[in-house]
């Protein structure tokens, strides 16, 4: 497999970040990593990782530099505060791959043409969650100039199973919209039918015995009505960070025509606010049982 004309950068060791440098360094790209807590560093240090001072030394020395971060204050602080955009080689490429929106990622752009109108600025957010982060096998939604995706591709190999490329900058954004509105959907339906099942008095081994495997099920929904069974709640999508997509959706489009998903929102900001927002989204489910179906 070919290789990036020099190393990549990844800024935001999450759980995300983390399990993304963990598959560039398996796939032997060089990587170097950098973090506002360096304690989160440690272990990619073990794997061959090399550990940056500071985001502006990590970018200097990068020809890709990813960002991986909560939302789009953190992505402009690396940006701006931290010195990673000033530091970058021209010709360098920011791969900008959190998630943050449709305003979110025109503010990027903005700053990119203002400030650096010589590197390559991709938009490119994953659909994913820890595990498929840690075993490169997120999907990519990946929007920028044409030239870039040959200078890219050994590097989004290595984080994906599969890479769509689906036009200029802020179309992946787009995309991961559409695709966390189907996520939050699919995942209401497996919380709403297991406490309503409960509600009903059947418990939730029927549900699964009878929906796993059908039609009606995917393999994503399947998984968490497993987890659901052993009452695991520990978090590989945590519910404030799928509550935060959700009001990216809202916010992109014509909340007021898009009345399921407001109420959606509404319903997990209440668990949210009940202190089970670090726990996986399916932790809904417990919540709407608690409550005999209303949180």
Known sequence: MARPQGPVAVMGIGAMGHGMAASALRAGIPTIVWNRTPEATRDLAQL???VAQSAADAAQRAAIVVTMVTDTDAVLSIARDEGMLGALAPGAIWAQMSTIGVRGIERVVALVEKERPDITLLDAPVSGSKDPAEHGQLTIFASGPDEARPLVTPLFDALGQRTIWVGPVGTGTRLKIVNNTWLAFASEAVAASVALARRLGLDTATVVDALGGGPLVSAWQGAKLQRILKGDFSA???????LKDV??????ADGDRFAALGCLAEEWQRVVDQGLGDQDLTVVTRALEAQGGTP
């Not at 009001?247 to 992109?252: C, I, Q, S």
């Open 48 to 50: 061959g990782a090399e």
């Open 236 to 242: 590989q999508f945590a519910l404030s960070l799928a």
């Open 247 to 252: 009001r990216l959706a809202l916010e992109a």
